[in-house]
């Protein structure tokens, strides 16, 4: 390769335009050096990383060309797996472990691009296991998407059975459908949003649990573990590191506040009674109330994942012929009209579907004065909590985003409700499986977000706060 930048050289001396100047210079000089730096960098990307770092060795002037960190920064996001925006993200505010940053003022400058390609080069790829409160979401993190779902450990063996015993039936069952040996790879866990309360028996619940998964995971040889809450694994697939994440779950809605990657439990977790079980439920009673027939509960969700949006006003929305059709496989064809909207209404009017609890918006604002009125809020940046991420497959509804905006605008003062956005789920139910890749395919993964199981054997129950 260095030879071949020679000739070309060489060819570009000998033409008679640049005969002249060449004379002028000493003969001593290396020719290599004297290509200009702007050509010679567009060579490199030609070449590519492999060979541009074998160029470095011809000479100094190569070197220095060779070590600028825009020519790894345009290989880096030339091969990166994720998109640009995952990447940048994940390296800019994820790097350096927990607690994550929460500012970078020179994001380009501030990275050394060409110590990531190298560090990303030697990623041997890991095992994520969201589990979810509906169903489990698993995979490898260099796969597009999960390979497979299964049920959640929580419904794994008795349920009067040991949590140790339920869990290591759950990740054996995981690990079998993969096909792969759990001492061969790092594996990232998702741990459930669970015992929200912030009183010291919910907080030893939450120990207990994480401390359990660790036990059975080192137990089964797995080499590293990294276990991160659900709902911050959904801020970080958005691209956040602080915010309030709603987790519309399978039988209850989570109002979660995190700052700097952290659940910020002090502060107050809101927990609605309600979930895509009761939003399921709900619609198989309006159709049936219109004589709609149908099989199974299966269907009524199928037709609930197609059909069914969250109105940006409800009542405007009754006077509209919204009549629509949808096929559903080995059913028939099915026909709603407004039980389309009504569905997704009782998430902010309950008392529709029979049920005693707040308004999803109204949690929201709740949650949202305890974090501008705690003392957390006064410490960091004041505007933390003004972004909304929802997470969840019945949190992908379309209109819902809008919908929760708007109520929020007219639900808090102009003061605290300026600023404030609520964002779509940005991997749909998947979300929370996706933030967790973000963090698997990062440079310096596994080094500083998992737990070595030489560490916990050493450590205990210490080893997990030297990550998190």
């Known amino acids: 390769m260095a030879k071949l930048l020679r000739r070309v050289w060489k060819s570009v001396t000998l033409c008679p335009y640049s005969q002249s100047n060449t004379d002028l210079e000493s003969d001593s000089v290396d020719p290599a050096e004297k290509l200009p730096q702007d050509v010679f960098r567009l060579l490199l990307k030609r070449l590519g990383p492999r060979d541009s770092a074998r160029a470095a060795l011809v000479c100094r ?12 920064h345009f ?3 030339e091969e990166a797996e994720e998109t640009w925006e995952a990447v940048l993200f994940a390296e800019t505010y994820l790097r350096s472990g927990f607690p994550v940053r929460s500012v970078v003022s020179d994001v380009y400058g501030a990275l050394p691009f060409r110590l990531i390609y190298s560090q990303q080069k030697q990623l041997q790829g890991s095992v994520i296991i969201d589990g979810g409160s509906g169903y489990c979401k698993y995979g490898w993190s260099k796969d597009s998407r999960p390979s497979g779902r299964s049920s959640t450990f929580l419904e794994y063996g008795n349920i009067e ?7 290591r039936h759950f990740f054996l069952a995981i690990y079998n459908r993969l096909q792969l040996k759990p001492s061969t790879q790092p594996i990232i866990v998702s741990t459930p949003i669970c015992h929200c309360d912030n009183t010291e028996p919910a907080s030893a619940a939450r120990r207990q649990l994480r ?6 995971l080192f137990d089964m040889n797995v080499p590293a573990v990294c276990a991160v809450d659900q709902a911050v694994l959904a801020l970080y697939a958005a691209r956040q590191t602080s915010g309030i994440v709603v987790n519309i779950g399978f039988q209850v809605t989570s109002v979660v506040p995190i700052l700097c990657g952290k659940v910020m439990h002090h502060v107050g977790v809101e927990v609605v009674g309600q ?20 099989t199974n509960m299966n269907t009524v969700r199928t037709l609930k994942e197609n059909l069914c949006y969250v109105a940006e006003d409800y009542n405007a929305e009754l006077a509209k012929d919204v009549n629509t059709s949808f096929t559903v496989e080995h059913e028939g064809v099915f026909t709603l009209s407004q039980e389309r909207f009504q569905t997704g209404e009782i998430l ?29 809020g006064k410490v960091a940046d004041e505007g933390w909590f003004k972004t909304i991420v929802l997470a969840g497959g019945s949190a992908c509804l379309p209109g819902l985003a809008g919908r929760l905006e708007k109520e929020l605008h007219q639900a808090l003062p102009s003061t605290v409700a300026k600023g404030l956005k609520v964002f779509s789920p940005p991997y749909g139910s998947e979300s929370a499986w996706f933030g967790a890749k973000i963090i698997s395919n990062m440079s310096t993964y596994p080094e500083v977000w998992c737990i070595r199981k030489k560490q916990f054997r050493r450590y205990g129950r210490l080893a997990l706060g030297l990550v998190f």
């Open 61 to 72: 002037a190569w070197w220095s060309v060779v070590a600028d960190e825009k020519l790894w």
């Open 75 to 77: 290989f880096l996001r």
């Open 161 to 167: 059975s040991p949590m140790y015993s339920r869990l």
């Open 211 to 216: 401390e359990a998964i660790y036990t059975v």
């Open 275 to 294: 979930g895509a079980l009761r939003l399921t439920s709900y619609l198989s009673e309006l159709m049936l109330e219109r004589g709609i027939a149908f």
């Open 348 to 376: 902010f009017q309950p008392k529709l579907g029979g049920i005693r609890t707040m308004g999803l918006h109204r949690a929201v604002a709740l949650c949202i004065e305890h974090c501008n009125t705690s003392e957390v």
